[in-house]
């Protein structure tokens, strides 16, 4: 991906502090990804951030509803995963950090709970209609966590994650939109450029 891609551009307006954090990934700067997240997630972050998250999962959902039906069982380009799997992972995983950061905010977070984030693959039949309301769950998910976080962004958080480490309870939240913002980069690949084989791989 690049970082003069059009579809990143397009979102700045609409999630700029998403967008700054995930320029460190384009460019393979990790250190800039958690200067840039911890600069921007601090203590009032997550009324701002959660409305950023929305519009990355409208995002989401208007390239879901591009993308012909046997374009969503194409190959996903990690592990063998499908478009449906990557696009139910990220999903899920936009929801799990969020749910993780309010648990930890609230003082809820399981004794048993794992602490590494797993990288696990949505459905492999799901089709168009199954992934929107996906994607539409996990944002209300989103915006309720983010106010469980909120007040509470720079409390500690026990999950860590193989990419950034550990981070902060705002951190995940603005986090989870880097995240989308990887695999946006992916259907963006399938739908700018028709025809293909499979998707470019990214780091989940």
Avoid at 77 to 104: P, Y
Avoid at 141 to 150: D, L, N, P, Y
Avoid at 172 to 185: K, P, R, S, T
Wanted: proline share 5%; glycine share 10%; net charge negative.
């Amino acid at each position: 991906m690049s970082d003069a891609a059009a579809w990143i551009d397009d979102l700045a307006d609409g999630a700029p502090d998403i967008v700054a954090a995930w320029r460190g990934i384009d460019t393979g700067r990790l250190i800039e990804v958690r200067r840039e997240v911890r600069h921007r997630a601090g203590q009032g972050s997550a009324e701002r951030v959660a409305p950023q998250l929305a519009v990355l999962a409208d995002a989401l959902a208007a390239i879901v509803d591009s993308l012909h039906d046997e374009e969503v069982l194409m190959d996903g380009g990690e592990e063998g995963w499908n478009v449906a799997q990557a696009i139910g992972h990220d999903c899920d995983a936009r929801a799990g950090l969020s749910l993780a950061a309010a648990r930890a905010a609230s003082g809820q977070w399981p004794a048993n709970a794992p602490k590494v984030v797993p990288g696990v693959a949505g459905p492999a039949d799901a089709d168009r209609a199954a992934l929107a309301r996906k994607i539409a769950q996990s944002q209300r998910i989103v915006e309720r966590a983010a106010r469980s976080v909120a007040g509470r962004e720079a409390d500690p958080c026990p999950l860590e994650h193989p990419l950034v480490g550990r981070l902060r309870c705002g951190e995940w939240l603005l986090f989870a939109g880097v995240h989308d913002l990887m695999h946006l980069g992916q259907l963006h690949a399938i739908v700018d450029g028709r025809g293909t084989r499979g998707l470019p791989e990214t780091t989940r």
